[in-house]
């Protein structure tokens, strides 16, 4: 079965730089995640996006930014980085509101980019 | 703060050994989910528990909640060194207008061959 695909695997970046990470979703699942994870924290939630419009938003800085396009596979751009912005980046998809109800939707999660900025 | 915390922390256990790990969380919720991740990989859906359930089993995991006390718990049962893992509750949260799945801190799960 198709998995959520997210490029580039690692990136090296130093301070002050950009970084752009895509994420391609599961077939058919309409709404998209972005987390981020430290080193030994647990995942945290950034953006998502429902339908290619922004539906909920984290604790994302304002740095950063991100999209969902036409053919529903997204973005997050890191501008200025930062030492601290040193993390996994997860993206994950699923089948939008069903997440929050009573009947319940898993999250599925791509393998992440591993950014380093030094 | 966070809306799930998760006890013990790290927890190590011999093959074979029965594996329990509890979460406890702050708000109303609709299901709860655990979810595992190997070192430096994506988290991994293991299983989702509603509101209403109070007990429910898939293979070797066993997952309760109670909702009275805002608490479930995981236990994965003859456990193998392959379950080397961290291990996640998550809850859906509405806060305002701002809808996420909100991890606890997890639990480093080591099992010895």
């Known amino acids: 079965a198709a998995g959520v695909i997210q490029s580039p695997r690692h990136l090296i970046k130093e301070k002050r730089e950009t970084a752009t990470l895509k994420c391609y979703p599961i077939p058919r699942h309409d709404t998209v995640y972005w987390y981020q994870q430290g080193p030994g924290q647990d995942p945290q939630f950034l953006i998502s996006f429902y339908e290619k419009m922004q539906s909920d938003k984290g604790s994302i800085p304002d740095r950063f930014s991100a999209q969902q396009f036409s053919d529903y596979h997204s973005e997050l751009n890191m501008s200025s980085l930062e030492l601290g912005d040193s993390a996994l980046y997860f993206c994950a998809s699923s089948l939008g509101v069903l997440v929050f109800g009573t009947g319940g939707s898993p999250l599925h999660f791509g393998n992440g980019t591993r950014l380093t900025v030094t | 703060s966070q809306q799930g915390e998760e006890d013990p922390q790290a927890l190590s256990i011999q093959e074979g050994e029965n594996a329990t790990m509890n979460c406890s969380y702050k708000?109303?919720?609709?299901?709860l989910q655990w979810y595992r991740q190997n070192s430096g990989r994506g988290l991994v859906h293991l299983i989702l528990?509603?509101?209403?359930?109070r007990e429910k089993h898939s293979g070797r995991l066993r997952v309760t909640l109670d909702t009275s006390k805002k608490s479930s718990s995981l236990l994965i049962t003859a456990s193998r060194a392959a379950d080397t893992a961290s291990y996640f509750c998550?809850?859906?949260?509405?806060?305002?207008?701002?809808?996420?799945?909100?991890f606890g801190s997890g639990t480093q799960l080591t099992v010895l061959p």
């Open positions: 528990i509603r509101s209403n359930e």
């Open positions: 998550a809850t859906p949260i509405s806060s305002g207008s701002a809808r996420q799945l909100t």
């Open positions: 708000t109303s919720i609709n299901n």
